[in-house]
């Protein structure tokens, strides 16, 4: 999995998004909401910009960051996690970004450092699971000397393991096991995702060609990026040109429409 | 917003001239002074601008707090930030002398409160959505005396005809409220082992919890939204 988050193709942002929105349903489902994947894609592109995604959508935000290259600055931690995971600016979190801090900076193995911050976050911020398994990413990044984090832990991690993580003592390797073994799974769901994924984008490529339209090149390139994209009107190109050209990649068979919806379709690899 | 950042630049934070006890004294004052000429709980990133790189703030709050012993405000922790805020002793007091205020809106009514809440568990839900929870039409004027009042604000648009914009709570409740995250509402809990923390299930099954005959009753208890519930700090 290692060169495919090293590359920094337009598809890697896709892979990451998609991963994030994976994680973000298997972590809402943990925080006793019911939002699934659509849903949970629904609110973050049915929405204005600036507007509140919800509490569901905002754990999607959260994870789509830590894809981002501003996530892995230690520097900002303190003031994006407290802001993102609703957490008081306490010593409680600022004990938890300090030792994430030396984690990250050190060298050695990325999934022990990553086990490590996760039982860390959770001995001292014990109600907040979310940052425990967001800064065990961001430090395996770190550790990987990876552009951007990957999404990865939080969508095969136990939660009984994380939470016996916090009263594991030194010399206990359950919870490191747990971690590895979950990293190992997630590695594997993520290249198959990418390959899956590239899949898609040739697909997409071979029927580049065949497009008219003024918007379609750069509709193909946001569509190797994002995650979805709805019929709107885009800068240049009415409404209407638009649902004209998904009509036409979808008989292509170049890109899905994924909400199975008639109304308000969400278009995407 | 630009140029005020840029007046902040010149502040000298470090104020590496002054011994360190007064340096202290300076920067709690700066501090406070911040916090107290806020209307809006102040952010720990809005007072990282006015001391210097190494200073705690938890620290400086912890000896405003100590200081403030006595008096009849505190510093309460709201919201993600700080506010400076009467103690509810005196709540009295200020209502006998100068009653809620002119500039204090309409407090909730009951049914408002109900409805608050309902966002606040269900978020985002529509107007819609909410007339199906408590089985009648919740009329355009309480969402807009709600939003008014600025506890709640748009959410993403339904994916449903008319794309109506859902209703999610804001900051502002929170702090109002003395939450300091939705995992303080009260009974969240048992709402999520319930597996009820989603309204496609409560639409789908129907309302289980009495909240629905409660809405329409006069009275009954509104204790999640008793305005003097314990402040924080």
């Not at chain 2, 939003?147 to 449903?160: D, E, K, N, V």
């Amino acid at each position: 999995m290692d060169p495919i988050a090293r590359s920094e193709h337009p598809l890697s942002f896709l892979w990451r998004d998609r991963l994030a929105l994976a994680n973000a349903a298997v972590l809402a489902r943990h925080g006793g909401r019911t939002e699934d994947e659509a849903a949970l894609r629904d609110h973050w592109y049915l929405r204005r910009e600036t507007d509140d995604p919800g509490p569901g959508g905002r754990i999607l935000k959260a994870w789509r960051h830590l894809g981002e290259r501003a996530a892995l600055v230690p520097d900002d931690w303190l003031i994006t996690l407290s802001i993102r995971f609703e957490l008081r600016c306490d010593d409680a979190l600022e004990g938890v970004v300090t030792v994430a801090t030396k984690l990250a900076a050190r060298q050695g193995s990325a999934v022990a450092a990553a086990a490590e911050i996760a039982a860390a976050s959770m001995r001292l911020i014990p109600h907040s699971e979310p940052l425990a398994l967001w800064l065990a990413d961001i430090v395996l990044a770190h550790r990987m000397k990876w552009p951007m984090a990957v999404p990865l832990i939080a969508g095969q991690i136990r939660r009984a393991d994380l939470r016996a993580a916090v009263g594991a003592g030194a010399g206990d390797q359950a919870w490191p096991t747990a971690c590895a073994e979950a990293y190992a799974r997630a590695a594997a769901v993520a290249s198959d995702l990418y390959a899956d994924l590239v899949r898609r984008a040739n697909r997409l490529l071979a029927a580049a060609p065949k497009l008219r339209g003024r918007d379609a090149d750069r509709m193909v390139g946001i569509l190797l990026m994002e995650d979805a994209q709805p019929a709107g009107a885009g800068k240049t190109v009415s409404d209407r040109s638009t649902r004209r050209l998904f009509e036409r990649l979808v008989s292509l068979g170049a890109v899905r429409e994924l909400t199975g919806r008639s109304a308000f379709r969400l278009y995407g690899l | 917003m630009g140029r005020r950042a840029r007046a902040k630049e010149e502040l000298d934070t470090e104020l590496t001239d002054l011994p360190p006890e007064l340096r202290w004294r300076e920067w709690m004052g700066r501090v406070e002074a911040v916090i107290f000429a806020s209307p809006e709980p102040v952010t720990r990133e809005t007072l990282a601008r006015v001391v210097g790189r190494d200073c705690s703030l938890d620290l400086i709050i912890d000896d405003i707090r100590e200081e403030l012993r006595g008096r009849p405000y505190e510093l309460v922790t709201v919201a993600g930030g700080w506010q400076h805020r009467t103690k509810k002793e005196f709540a009295d007091a200020i209502r006998a002398a100068i009653g809620l205020g002119a500039t204090a809106p309409k407090p909730l009514s009951q049914s408002e409160a109900l409805v608050l809440m309902c966002i606040a568990y269900f978020q985002p839900i529509t107007r819609g959505e909410l007339g199906r929870v408590f089985g009648k039409e919740i009329s355009r004027d309480v969402i807009g005396h709600l939003r008014s009042l600025g506890f709640i604000a748009a959410g993403p648009r339904s994916p449903t005809p008319g794309a109506p914009y859902t209703n999610v709570t804001t900051k502002t409740f929170l702090s109002h409220f003395s939450f300091e995250s939705l995992r303080d509402l009260p009974d969240i809990e048992l709402l999520e082992d319930a597996g009820l923390l989603s309204k496609d299930i409560l639409l789908a099954d129907g309302f289980p919890v009495d909240l629905g005959a409660d809405a329409t009753a006069v009275e009954g208890d509104d204790e999640p939204f008793e305005r003097d519930e314990p402040l924080a700090g």
